[in-house]
């Protein structure tokens, strides 16, 4: 596994190609991230790299990560994530990591906490159909039967439910970078990605 970058999610846009077909891209704002901690097969029994991203004030952080980045004269970071990695030999700590350590073509990996959208019924949630609106009906958005009868007389474990939809970690594979904006910090990818703007993003 190689070092990945965090970046903050700017929104999404469309760019035209060549033959004037319109992609959807996502603008992400990447880095630059700065490495706070290596850790080694001699010491910690495996090779992983520790990035901060996003400079905050003291107050902002709690005491322990706080003294874990003051300890290398690094500054208050508000984000901290560790990636495994083969070998740890030409990495150092306070090393930037920036959106120049990608290329326009690549595939990469996004992930990310999907949009939150509260209590959601079935209907929403697992795409159920409706029932009758008319006759007399009173099942419109109901989920139905749930269990059966004598046998077993039970409702099995992960029965779709209504229930929290959204809001949990996801990855998304395989997104084409379009357009890299070093200057800027900036990656345009082909696609969607998790979450509204301004959600935190891990991109390897």
Known sequence: ???????????????????????????IKAGPCIITHIKNTEKEGYNAVQIGYSESSPQKIT???????????LPPLKHLKEYRIDSTDSLSIAQKITVDSFEVGQNISISGNTIGKGFAGTV???????GPMTHGSKNHREPGSIGQGS????????????????GKKTTIKNLEII??????NLLVVRGSVPGKSGNLLSIS
């Open 63 to 73: 005491k322990p990560c706080l003294g874990h980045l003051t300890k290398f004269n």
């Open 1 to 27: 596994m190689t070092i990945g970058i965090l970046g903050t999610k700017v929104g999404m846009t469309q760019v035209f190609d060549d033959s004037g077909f319109a992609i959807p891209v996502t603008v």
């Open 124 to 130: 929403k949630r697992y795409n159920f159909s409706r």
């Open 179 to 184: 357009y890299i904006n070093s200057k800027d």
């Open 151 to 166: 046998t077993p007389g039970r409702v099995h474990k992960g029965k779709k439910m209504g229930g929290r939809l959204g």
